[in-house]
């Protein structure tokens, strides 16, 4: 056995009904004085009750998906107006997404901390990668800077995610995990906490589609989707990832939906040339296949089963194969050509039987 290996930074406080708390905590710790909230649409009542005892000096609302490089401008002008000292974002991917493009542009010498409190199973909150979009080109980085310090986990705050979002935010941390077995920098580390990962949302999320307003099962979904970030961030983006950035960019389709569409797929054509992933996978899916324990899964939850509802325009298959072959991460466990992808993509974008 012989890998590099790197654990990033970062406190967890994980607590139902504790955020508040948690947060308080937190900012006391920071010796934070001037703190602005990032929160928008369902997460901002969440964020006005779990932060009220905190010194906020600004609460930011204007929160869009895939951070619009204009939104960040004006979020980073707001913070430096009210000489904010934390950021405290609250809400799915997006949020914390904004508090990174935030400290991103943050003076070296006067780093701004984020405080992430996630309200999805997205796992922005648990990696250093920044996203930012303009002109309908999305960019990534990896900066350590911008990964939150302390991530505080309340499942109490996802009861009100609708099942349809829970089901598809749940499968894109899935999707983490799985991916994360063959990734760049895959390791027997990331590997470890993926197959946990795994059990944990195999466990967890049939209960939050059975009983939504049952915390078990919603705390086992947020477990499961923070070991799924640990290893998504350190085991980097295999062809999964790859495939749904360049449809998320090419045809602006929902994030977690697409995910959860095209992930069937991708097991399917990769654990064949992968016998141990697959192994792993199926143990911790407790199926006698890999591809076995996500279909037995996806049928439990009534997951989104096709690119089209998504709203992708069949006659993109062919330019959407050919960008993800030119982004291919190095290493996937089979060789992927044009011809194999776009057979993929078709299958998902039909909702045929994945092969
Ligand atoms: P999101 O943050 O846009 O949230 C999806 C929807 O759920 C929104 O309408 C939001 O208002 C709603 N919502 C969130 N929490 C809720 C709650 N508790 N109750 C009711 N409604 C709630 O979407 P997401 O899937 O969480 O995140 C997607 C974004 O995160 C994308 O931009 C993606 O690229 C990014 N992302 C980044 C990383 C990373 O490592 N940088 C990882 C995963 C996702």
């Keep these: 056995m012989r890998f590099v290996h790197d654990t990033l930074p970062q406190r967890v406080r994980f607590g139902s009904g ?84 935030v400290a991103l542009d943050a003076p070296s010498d006067a780093p701004l901390p984020i405080i992430a409190v996630p309200t999805t199973y997205a796992g922005s909150e648990a990696t250093p990668v920044w996203g930012m979009t303009e002109a309908g080109t999305k960019t990534t980085g990896t900066e350590r800077r911008v990964l939150p310090r302390t991530v505080v986990y309340d499942a109490a705050l996802t009861l009100s995610l609708s099942v349809e979002l829970s089901v598809a935010s749940g499968l894109n941390a899935l999707a983490h995990c799985v991916d994360s077995m063959w990734a760049p920098r895959t390791d027997p580390i990331n590997q470890a906490l993926s197959a946990e990962g795994v059990r944990a949302l ?15 099962g919603r705390e086992q979904a947020l477990y499961g989707a923070y070991l799924s970030a640990v290893a998504f961030a350190s085991a980097g983006s295999g062809l999964h990832h790859k495939i749904c950035h360049v449809l998320g960019g090419m045809f602006n389709l929902p994030h977690a939906q697409t995910h959860a569409v095209v992930l069937p797929h991708v097991l399917a054509f990769n654990a064949p040339a992968a016998p141990d992933a697959a192994a792993r996978l199926a143990a911790a899916f407790d199926a006698r296949s890999a591809n076995e324990g996500l279909a037995l899964l996806r049928l439990r939850l009534d997951a989104p089963r096709t690119l089209r509802e998504l709203g992708m325009p069949h006659e993109g298959v062919g330019a959407a194969a050919e960008a993800v072959v030119a982004a291919a991460p190095a290493g996937n466990p089979r060789p992927i050509t044009v011809d194999e992808i776009a057979a993929l993509l078709d299958a998902a974008w039909e909702g045929k039987e994945p092969r």
């Design 202 to 216: 195999r466990d967890g999320l049939p209960q939050v589609a059975a009983e939504p307003e049952s915390l078990p």
């Design 18 to 101: 504790e955020a508040a708390e948690h947060l308080a905590a937190e900012i006391a710790e920071l010796g934070a004085a001037r703190v602005m909230v990032i929160a928008s649409g369902s997460s901002r009542e969440l964020a006005e009750r779990i932060t009220a005892g905190l010194p906020v000096v600004h609460r930011h609302d204007e929160v869009v998906m895939h951070v619009p490089v204009e939104v960040a401008r004006r979020a980073r002008a707001a913070a430096a107006a009210h000489d904010v000292d934390v950021l405290v974002a609250v809400g799915g991917g997006s949020a914390t997404g904004l508090a990174k493009a």
